[in-house]
């Protein structure tokens, strides 16, 4: 069956200090993969999503980034966060029926 | 920007069905209606699909209209964990297509 990692569950950083937050997936190949933020009492905000290895789509320009090194492995970084960086990070994967998302547990990020 | 419509908040008595309205106007003939749930603190879970047909599974039932223009997700016998923010999404059933995500319905469970 397949599985979706994503840690850590809690981070709290100051703000000027880089991030990295890994995703992987396993049980599945060539999946598509997302990054998704949810601020405090706010929707969901598609960040970036990839459909293969090197293949990654911005959704808002901000001073976050993301790469896809292996087929199963999605990063979301930043060099220097912001206070406005502070919320819920949510990692999914899709393959096969289009639109149905399988998201990881996520990681709520505290920028002070 | 999400294609849909959906109230932001609604009760339901636990035990009785719950029916969760979604306006999709715009819709395109090739685009699919998906339903997600978030339960607080945790990541959105897939609930249901369909394109023109009733759809049935083991956690609900989901109503598209005719016109395909509104749907209606239905939960059968509410119980206090379906308390949650229900979301309602169209996208067409590419593989590169990207899932936006609106506002969605905040669904409380009354005892």
């Known amino acids: 069956s397949q599985t979706i990692h994503q840690w850590p569950a809690t981070l709290v950083q100051p703000v000027g200090s880089p991030l990295s937050l890994e995703c992987t997936v396993e049980?599945?190949?060539?999946?598509?993969l997302y990054w998704y933020r949810q601020a405090a009492g706010r929707g969901l905000q598609l960040l970036f999503y990839?459909?293969?290895?090197?293949?990654i789509s911005s959704e808002v320009p901000q001073n976050l980034s993301a790469s896809r090194p292996q087929d199963r492995q999605f990063i979301l970084s930043s060099k220097k966060l912001l206070l406005s960086d502070s919320g819920f990070y949510l990692c999914?994967?899709?393959?096969?029926?289009?639109?149905?998302?399988?998201f990881g547990s996520g990681t709520q990020l505290s920028v002070l | 920007d999400a294609k849909t419509t959906q109230p932001p908040s609604m009760d339901c008595a636990e035990g009785r069905a719950a029916n969760l309205p979604c306006n999709h106007s715009?819709?395109?003939?090739?685009?699919?209606v998906y339903w997600y749930r978030q339960i607080h603190s945790q990541g959105p879970q897939y609930i249901i699909h369909g394109l023109k047909n009733n759809e049935t599974n083991e956690m609900a039932s989901l109503i598209i209209t005719e016109d395909r223009k509104s749907s209606t997700l239905i939960l059968p016998h509410a119980t206090l964990r379906d308390t949650a923010v229900y979301y309602c999404i169209v996208r067409v059933g590419n593989r590169d297509d990207k899932i936006i995500f609106g506002k969605g319905t905040r669904l409380h469970i009354l005892p």
């Open positions: 049980g599945t190949s060539n999946p598509n």
């Open positions: 715009t819709i395109s003939g090739n685009e699919y």
């Open positions: 999914a994967w899709g393959r096969g029926t289009p639109g149905k998302l399988f």
């Open positions: 990839s459909v293969g290895i090197g293949q």
